[in-house]
């Protein structure tokens, strides 16, 4: 089976692009930092024809990801698509002059060290096999920040130089890269609807075009 594993899952997002890779065969791992959460998903994927498990996991905690994608990969194959899209604490997303020195640590600590974990984890098995799909999604203060929400735009430039130092390292191995902004409220009746973003992050896998994609 073709396995997409979601960093960051949830009832937005996430759950469209399980749903949209779903249906093309993938089966799907879920991480979550609640169990009771992703059971829940994945009983609605499963009511629909979506072959699905649910790890717990907190994205700041390098081990604990890799244990969880490791989970995944013994439960439905080997990961061939990893998306990367935790949500940040909007406890920690301050005007620039009010952010401390813990809120961007604790930022940097889900966004990139945990990107870098979740990464490290499935990686190698790609390179290995000579395919796989990297994707991150961010706000669009990766690339336009503002000051109000200074950590998210300071946290989602590392995370993107990040993803872009990656796609330039691994497209010689056959791993496509690419990240997409989301510029704008994402969620049902906002701005952006998932299932709409999950289109995009579908044809970033399927047609492995450009690195960076910014649906506005």
Not at 132 to 142: I, S
Request: glycine letters at 12%; proline letters at 4%; zero cysteines.
């Amino acid at each position: 089976m073709t396995t997409l594993a979601i960093l960051g899952a949830g009832a937005g997002l996430g759950l469209a692009t399980a749903r949209k890779f779903g249906e093309a065969g993938f089966g799907v791992g879920l991480v979550a930092r609640r169990q009771d959460k992703l059971d829940g998903l994945v009983r609605e994927l499963a009511g629909e024809g979506v072959t699905a498990t649910g790890v717990a996991a907190d994205a700041r905690d390098p081990e604990g990801t890799a244990a969880a994608l490791d989970r995944i990969a013994d439960r439905l194959g080997p990961v061939d698509a990893l998306l990367f899209s935790p949500l940040p604490s909007l406890g920690w997303i301050k005007p620039v002059t009010e952010t401390s020195p813990e809120d961007l640590r604790a930022s940097l600590e889900l966004s990139v060290v945990g990107a870098v974990a979740a990464v490290n984890a499935v990686l190698p098995g790609m390179r290995r096999r000579g395919h796989g799909t990297v994707l991150f999604t961010t706000g669009g203060g990766a690339i336009a920040p503002q000051a109000a929400l200074a950590s998210s735009g300071i946290t989602y430039a590392a995370e993107v130089a990040y993803a872009r130092m990656l796609h330039e390292t691994v497209a010689a191995d056959g791993v496509h890269v690419a990240h997409t902004a989301v510029v704008g409220a994402l969620g049902a009746g906002l701005k952006h609807e998932p299932a709409k973003v999950a289109d995009v992050l579908w044809r970033q896998h399927r047609d492995r075009g450009a690195f960076q994609a910014v649906v506005d």
